[in-house]
């Protein structure tokens, strides 16, 4: 089974970048559409940006215009970066298809954002 594992994450100041990575231990190339998500504590989980296997993209309200998601279908890796950081951005971040289906979700990064 593919295993998601994300990275990147960390502590930065308002207005800051990061840029994460989800590398999948298979294929992602057959998958539409990949996705990153996240979830703020005490909130659902929500998604983010997602991007087809083609390379559209869509972002959410909160994404748009800070936010740049990418994959590569060669190395397997769908990538977030993040610029103009707010503490609201804090969370935990992953990433899975969209719609979730048979990919397990990986440990997450954790992504805060604080003077």
């Known amino acids: 089974q593919v295993q998601l594992v994300e990275s990147g994450g960390g502590l930065v100041q308002p207005g800051g970048s990061l840029r994460l990575s989800c590398a999948a231990s298979?294929?992602?190339?057959?998958?539409?559409?990949m996705g990153w998500y996240r979830q703020a504590p005490g909130k659902q989980r929500e998604l983010v940006a997602r991007?087809?296997?083609?390379?559209?993209?869509i972002y959410e309200d909160s994404a748009k215009g800070r936010f740049t998601i990418s994959r590569d279908n060669v190395k397997n890796t769908v990538y977030l970066q993040m610029n103009s950081l707010k503490p609201e951005d804090t969370a935990v971040y992953y990433c899975?298809?969209?719609?979730?289906?048979?990919?397990?979700w990986g440990q997450g990064t954790q992504v805060t954002v604080s003077s």
């Open positions: 298979g294929s992602i190339r057959s998958i539409a559409t």
């Open positions: 899975n298809s969209v719609p979730v289906s048979f990919l397990r």
């Open positions: 991007i087809t296997k083609i390379g559209s993209t």
